[in-house]
């Protein structure tokens, strides 16, 4: 292939390579770049281990380049490594077909990629490394990727040994812009993967990913997954705007440890669990902002959210519940006695209005909000019954032992350890 070093201004159009061992197209520590128009797809690699079959690769303090490449049956098509200020258009189809659009061996930033896989075989689609870091061979904990904005598709054929996973980062993406389109076989039938590990458009780790998440995700276990780096929850944090369109899975989004939890706009189809947020905390890692401000779900269920290791707990966070739509709507019915309003419950009905009724004495409690300042009004609905807050614990002033009749209404607000009346 072609090995070019140190060089300014260094260009190369319609290049063609196939049946080799290295990369078709190596260019290192070099300033003003463009290979145009290089096709890589009449003749796959013939050998394909660890820093071999690659295509195009961009490395060690490259500036300023602009890569157009095809390929076909690569390790890698495009590879990236320590390099800034590119323009990069990928087409990738066989066997292997894994892109990294972070760096292989070290740090990046300013990358502007549109990239197609089509059909591969393989765990991963695009994939984002960070194995060169501060803090050792193998850790999240090095310098963030920052200023990555990807437009791409994906469709795994097949897993391989473990999960399939459209995008995954190991690395920390700072000021991200992602839009991205990834399917696992037909679209139809989800995997699963093995041992319980997490299959997932979206896969990433880090130390506080921020920017924008764009997702079409079919029949990965997980639409989006976002938790902690490699050296501990408390490093976990991520700050992300999601809109998500999820079909075909257990969880629509999967935060671990996460410090925010913005989603943007939902839209969550067939959900082959019964929740379609999964949430864990704890102690050393408490959530600190909590959104949704546009969110459909189409299946039949109360189970909107799984919280784990109590994430909300008590505390003051910040948030908003925007334009909520559940097929799940309408008066909870059928109380007889001792009720507590869950966050699944919480969600009906738009998270603004809940319609409570039943016969004889019911006392109700309440989980806790989910972010200071959380509005909800309850209202007491048939006539056979009263309706009675309990006393004390997360219940406050105003709030505490009010009975409600029929027709009533009781408005309550959270103020990050109690529900007050107003």
């Known amino acids: 292939g072609i090995f070019a070093q140190m060089i300014n201004n260094f260009s190369v159009d319609g290049h063609r390579h196939g049946n080799g061992k290295g990369d078709a197209c190596q260019v290192r520590s070099c300033y003003n770049i463009e290979v145009l128009g290089a096709d890589y797809t009449d003749e796959p690699p013939t ?58 061996n070290g740090a990046g930033g300013d990358i502007d990629m549109q990239a197609t896989l089509v059909s591969v075989a393989t765990n991963v689609g695009f994939n984002a490394q960070d194995y060169h870091t501060i803090t050792g061979e193998g850790s999240s904990g090095g310098w963030p990727l920052h200023n990555i904005r990807l437009r791409g598709d994906v469709h795994i054929r097949e897993a391989r040994d473990n999960a399939s996973i459209g995008l995954l980062s190991m690395a920390t993406f700072s000021n991200c812009d992602i839009d991205l389109t990834a399917i696992y076989g037909n679209g139809i039938t989800m995997d699963v993967g093995t041992g319980g590990s997490g299959s997932a458009g979206i896969r990433m780790r880090g130390r506080g990913n921020s920017g924008r998440v764009k997702l079409f995700s079919r029949a990965f276990r997980i639409g989006f997954m976002a938790y902690e780096s490699d050296d501990g929850p408390t490093n976990g944090a991520h700050n992300l705007e999601l809109d998500i369109d999820a079909d075909v899975m257990d969880y629509a989004t999967y935060h671990r440890y996460a410090d925010h939890v913005n989603i943007r706009r939902m839209k969550g189809g067939w959900s082959v669990n019964t929740a379609y947020h999964h949430v864990t905390g704890g102690a050393t890692a408490a959530l600190r902002h909590f959104g949704i401000h546009e969110a459909t779900y189409e299946r039949q269920e109360d189970r909107y959210f799984e919280l784990v290791g109590n994430p909300l707990g008590t505390g003051h966070r910040t948030g908003d519940l925007g334009t909520i739509w559940a097929p799940y709507t309408g008066l909870i019915s059928g109380l007889s006695s001792a009720y507590t309003i869950t966050h699944q419950d919480m969600l009906r009905n738009g998270g603004k209005m809940l319609g409570l009724a039943g016969s004889g004495s019911i006392t109700i409690s309440l989980d806790n909000g989910f972010f200071t300042g959380q509005e909800l009004v309850l209202l007491k609905g048939g006539p056979t019954s009263t309706m009675t807050m309990a006393t004390g614990g997360n219940l406050g002033t105003g709030a505490s032992g009010v009975t409600l009749v029929s027709g009533e209404a009781l408005s309550l607000w959270w103020s990050g350890s109690l529900w007050h009346g107003r």
Do not use: A
Request: hydrophobic share 25%; proline share 3%.
């Open 47 to 104: 050998v394909l281990g660890s820093g071999q079959g690659y295509g195009v690769g961009i490395i060690e303090g490259c500036r300023n380049y602009r890569v157009d490449v095809r390929g076909r049956g690569m390790r890698h098509t495009f590879d990236w490594d320590s390099s800034y200020h590119g323009k990069v258009t990928v087409w990738s189809e066989g066997e292997e077909g894994s892109i990294p659009i972070g760096p292989h």
